[in-house]
C-alpha cells in the first residue's frame, strides 16, 4: 500500500508563488511514476503535471507550461510542484498521484492509470 500525503497548500495573492509537496510512504518511491492532478470548485478532475521515475522526463498542462515546474527528490522519497505566476483559475484541491512505472520514460497524464491518491490540499489564489 502506497500512502501519500501533500503538504504546502494555502491562500495567496495573484502573481505569487507556492510549492506543493507530497511525501510518499509504503513502496520503493523510485519506482513510481508521480503525477499532480487539481479539482476546482464545480470541475472535473484535471491533469496538471507528471514526472517520470527517475525526474528525467517531466509533462504539463497547457494551462501550466511555463509557469509550474514538477520535481522529485527520490532519496527523500517527495515529489514537489513549484506554482510560479498564480492566477485565480489556479484555485482548487490538488492531489498528489502515483502509479508503478519502474524505468519508464513515457509517463501518464491519464487520471484512470494512477493507483495511489493523497487527500489533497487546498490552493486558493486571490485577484
Known amino acids: 500500500q502506497v500512502q501519500l500525503v501533500e503538504s504546502g497548500g494555502g491562500l495567496v495573492q495573484a502573481g505569487g508563488s507556492l510549492r506543493l509537496s507530497c511525501a510518499a510512504s509504503?513502496?520503493?518511491?523510485?519506482?513510481?511514476?508521480m503525477g499532480w492532478f487539481r479539482q476546482a470548485p464545480g470541475k472535473e478532475r484535471e491533469f496538471v503535471a507528471a514526472?517520470?521515475?527517475?525526474?528525467?522526463?517531466?509533462y504539463y498542462a497547457d494551462s501550466v507550461k511555463g509557469r509550474f515546474t514538477i520535481s522529485r527528490d527520490n532519496a527523500k522519497n517527495t515529489v514537489y510542484l513549484q506554482m510560479n505566476s498564480l492566477k485565480p483559475e489556479d484555485t482548487a484541491v490538488y492531489y498528489c498521484?502515483?502509479?508503478?512505472?519502474?524505468?519508464?520514460?513515457?509517463?501518464?497524464?491519464?487520471?484512470?492509470?494512477?493507483?495511489?491518491w493523497g487527500q489533497g490540499t487546498q490552493v486558493t489564489v486571490s485577484s
Open positions: 514526472i517520470s521515475w527517475s525526474g528525467g522526463n517531466t
Open positions: 498521484a502515483a502509479y508503478y512505472c519502474a524505468a519508464c520514460t513515457v509517463v501518464s497524464f491519464r487520471e484512470t492509470e494512477y493507483r495511489y
Open positions: 509504503g513502496h520503493t518511491f523510485r519506482n513510481y511514476a
